[in-house]
């Protein structure tokens, strides 16, 4: 079972993202992987709206993409900020990047 990292945007319009989000997960989850979404799990207690808050958050999620096999990216609203940092990130460590229109 390969470990997918999920990237999509979460600031904005937070209802729609995630639930784009977690429908992503499901779908990683019907092709037989194991979805994280960061964006999912720390904005549960941390405030994404407090820039060393999100900072973190995001350094975590980043963390935990080191063990993740590929990232699976939500391009079809553009590309936020901190899906840019992910995508970097992910560019840096040779992780396999794929495109979700």
């Excluded at 729609?16 to 429908?23: C, I, P, Q, S």
């Excluded at 900020?81 to 040779?94: I, K, P, W, Y």
Aim: glycine fraction near 8%.
């Amino acid at each position: 079972m390969k470990r997918i990292f999920v990237c999509s945007p979460f600031a904005g319009d937070i209802a729609r993202n995630v639930k784009v989000a977690e429908a992503l997960c499901r779908r990683v989850m019907r092709n037989g992987h194991a979805p994280f979404a960061p964006h999912l799990l720390y904005p549960t207690f941390t405030d994404d709206s407090v820039p060393e808050q999100r900072e973190t958050g995001i350094a975590c999620g980043l963390a935990y993409m080191e063990c993740c096999d590929e990232v699976w990216a939500f391009t079809g609203n553009g590309i936020s900020s901190g899906m840019r940092l992910e995508l970097d990130r992910a560019g840096q460590l040779g992780k396999p990047i794929i495109e979700i229109a």
